[in-house]
């Protein structure tokens, strides 16, 4: 359905901007996202950010089964 | 089969198979037809092998080489498959109208490096000036042939259960610094093919040991394709260790962002080495001894387990299957 | 004796409950499911359906042909995602068609098209807009610049889908849902909240084989408590309210439409088509396409399929006329297709 692709966000600039995945950079569109910095981690769908996001999973899967 | 060609039968999977067997075949076939990378032929008392390709990369240049390298490399590479020292090669060259004098030096002067590199002299060419259009800047056709070594003889066919199964090097670098050169997707990264003659690697393994059942390039359709012909030809089953196959960081970017996988894409500079396991620590040992064997690993190894396919464990332990490979590489992205 | 905490993995392979049936909605689950062998650990009371959520596996057979008319007869530059090229339309695919001439270029997002039909001012350039919550903005983006910057040779073509009716259309297809995690990054959690208070059951997951095992360990957990259920099991990507930005421009740039599904038909204001203020920009009405329906394989049961009330192996075409080099029904086209995905991995 939607293929997600974890990016880190090396720079922004006029609302695009440019993600790192292991070395593959990208232009990505940044305006659907408020407060974006050089840092952050965002998850991007064909060529558009579109969430902030942590850079792992490992402390979500634990919180959920902490839960159960 | 569909009633014209179409992209997908020239991308070294199931649908160029089939235009093989169905077209090509049909009316070529005999004795010394063969489904390796260079036929074996008796020429008087002795053997040799005989391999041909046909180079049309867009662009003639690219990150790690250009067309003319890599019209050397894939013989060159066919014919060290079956374990033959390349000797002699010819070019046939097709240029289009306009072509820059300046461009053409440089690709004949990488031609004459990366043959001097494995010893192989170009002994004779041919030269043709199509339209302007009608070819995309120059097309470049090699031949080759190669002296067999005494006692050594590897096939797609003579993989055994048991067996190690070998990557030379770091998968799909070509594949993917072609794809970004190639399409206007706008991804940067820092990759170079893997474009290199590997006549020298291949004797180093050779040296170590005799005892090597394949040699397979890894060309177009990439590893994947290279083990689901294995897995055929031998009639064997094939275990890949997902977490194994070794992969630059940055072509694993861009495969995550276009959806494609590392094991169908193209590699101009890496093998797949099929070797008992007694000797397959000799064979890796002489690899990591070469400049262009620095990244080798054992992936996986063959099985008796459903033969004709490739079952890979994945990175949580379980197994799957392999999806066969086909078609065109087409990123998958929504 | 206190009891030892399971891990996600032991509560799934421990299961020995009643039949429970989970279907994940989204095609890329489907995927990644298959990739890492999450079915070999299930045990044999738990079944995993693969449901409607492959962009490419619910385009309309129609919706191909009238692309095909803008390649051809209309000699358009069809910009598009790469999994639509090999979907069969009524006749041929856009891989045929460029073998016949047509102009077909492979983009990476929405706005790429609008670049290139920016850089070649003398061709008409059409993006094929397909996708749901999580891919409609980009083709709003790219259309809301066109108009800004005033580009006249970009326009797109509309099949976007929304998945809250499509929900209405599944109920009763399964016990529990894995909701697509990327669709809620832009919808946020309110529909699935509505949906258990309706009494489906669902949680959001996401991709990685942790989340993946997370999710369905909380499925099978909740459903053993009884009670209808939601939790948002990817929280680290999919907020209560998802991406205000994201829902604002499909607001401003589109309007609901009824919307075809392959396979599903017709589901009620279940797509999304531009706004009358950019009627410009719309390909179908810019070029005069007539609406085609198309003519889809009569044997084909891709509509089952998605519903999971049959499995790709009950299909007639499946494995025989029908696999991924030669595909009938779009659930065989794309790699996230439940029939192609059953096909490669033999199931």
């Known amino acids: 359905m939607c293929v997600g692709l974890a990016a880190k966000v090396v720079g922004i600039k006029d609302g695009v901007a440019v993600v790192d995945a292991s070395g593959a950079k990208r232009e990505v569109a940044a305006e659907l996202i408020e407060e974006l910095e050089p840092g952050d981690f965002v998850m991007v769908h064909a060529g558009i950010a579109i969430a902030k996001i942590t850079a792992d999973d490992t402390e979500e899967t634990d919180e959920l089964m902490e839960m159960l | 089969m569909s009633e014209y060609v179409k992209l997908a039968h020239g991308a070294g999977g199931k649908q160029t198979s089939e235009l093989i067997e ?133 096939s797609g066919a003579f993989a055994k259960p048991g067996d190690k199964i070998i990557v030379t090097g770091d998968v799909g670098r ?34 170590a040991t005799s005892d090597i059942h394949v040699i397979r390039d890894a060309t177009r359709g990439g590893v994947g394709t290279v083990l689901y012909e294995i897995a055929a030809e031998s009639n064997v089953g094939v275990r890949l260790e997902a977490t194994q196959v070794p992969v630059d960081p940055a072509v694993a970017g861009v495969c995550g962002m276009l959806g494609l996988d590392p094991l169908y894409l193209a590699n101009e500079g890496t093998m797949v080495v099929i070797a008992p396991a007694e000797s397959a620590d000799k064979v890796l040992e002489a690899l990591r001894g070469d400049k262009y064997g620095q990244k080798a690993a054992v992936i996986g190894e063959i099985t008796d387990v459903m033969p004709g396919s490739v079952v890979v464990r994945t990175e949580i332990g379980t197994e799957t299957l392999l999806p066969q490979p086909g078609g065109e590489l087409l990123p998958r992205i929504c | 004796m206190e009891e030892k905490k399971l891990t996600a993995r032991e509560i799934i392979e421990s299961y020995d409950g009643p039949k429970l049936r989970i279907m994940e909605v989204c095609g890329t689950h489907t995927h990644e499911i298959f990739r890492l062998g999450i079915r070999s650990l299930l045990p044999e009371n738990v079944e995993l359906i693969s449901g409607p959520g492959c962009p490419v596996c619910v385009t309309p057979v129609g919706f191909i042909d009238m692309a095909l008319q803008l390649a051809l007869e209309k000699e358009c530059v069809i910009c598009t995602f790469g999994d639509l090229i090999r979907v069969p339309g009524s006749e041929m695919s856009l891989a045929d068609a460029r073998a016949k001439g047509a102009v077909v270029k492979i983009v990476y997002t929405a706005t790429d098209a609008l670049d290139y039909a920016k850089e070649n001012p003398d061709k008409q350039v059409v993006f094929l807009s397909v996708g749901f919550e999580t891919t409609t903005p980009g083709s709003c983006l790219a259309v809301k610049k066109a108009k800004e910057e005033g580009v006249q040779n970009f326009s797109i073509l509309t099949a976007n889908k929304t998945m809250p ?183």
Request: aromatic fraction near 8%; proline fraction near 5%.
């Open chain 2, 174 to 207: 070509h594949g993917c610094t072609i794809l970004l050169e190639r399409e206007d997707l706008g991804i940067e990264a820092d990759i170079k093919s893997d474009c290199a003659p590997l006549w020298n690697t291949v004797k180093a393994m050779m040296d």
């Open chain 3, 165 to 347: 009716n499509a929900y209405q259309a599944l109920k009763g297809s399964a016990d529990a849902f894995l909701y697509p995690g990327h669709v809620n990054a832009i919808t946020g959690e309110d529909d699935c909240r509505k949906l258990a208070e309706e009494g489906v059951s669902g949680v959001i997951a996401g991709f990685t084989a942790k989340e993946l095992l997370t999710a369905l360990a909380v499925t099978i957990r909740k459903c053993q408590q009884g009670e209808p259920f939601f939790v948002n099991c990817y929280p680290r990507v999919v907020t209560e309210k998802g991406n205000i930005p994201s829902k604002k421009i499909i607001e401003e740039i589109m309007e609901p439409c009824d919307s075809i599904w392959r396979g599903l038909g017709n589901i009620s204001m279940s797509g999304l088509k531009l706004r009358e203020e950019y009627a410009a920009f719309d390909a179908q009405r810019k070029f005069d396409i007539p609406e085609t329906e198309g003519t889809p394989n009569p044997g084909c049961r891709c509509g089952e399929v998605l519903q999971g009330k049959c499995k790709p192996a009950d299909c007639p075409l499946f494995g025989k006329v029908c696999t991924p080099l030669h595909p009938v029904g779009a659930c065989m086209v794309s790699n996230e297709g439940s029939c192609s995905a059953y096909y490669q991995y033999q199931m």
């Open chain 2, 22 to 154: 169905k077209v090509f075949k049909a009316h070529f076939a005999n004795p010394e037809f063969t489904a390796d990378d260079a036929a074996v032929l008796n020429v008087g008392d002795g053997r040799i092998a005989m391999s041909t390709d046909g180079f049309i990369v867009s662009p003639f240049e690219f990150p790690g080489g250009n067309i003319g390298k890599l019209s050397i490399c894939g013989t060159v590479n066919d014919l060290a498959c079956m374990g033959a020292q390349p000797l002699y090669m010819t070019c046939a060259f097709v240029i289009e109208e306009g072509f820059p004098l300046e461009k053409l030096e440089m690709i004949a002067a990488s031609m004459e490096k990366t043959a001097a590199e494995v010893g192989v002299k170009i002994v004779a060419g041919d030269t043709k000036v199509a339209g302007k259009g009608q070819v995309d800047n120059v097309f470049i056709t090699t031949t080759g042939v190669g002296r067999l070594t005494e006692g050594f003889a590897t």
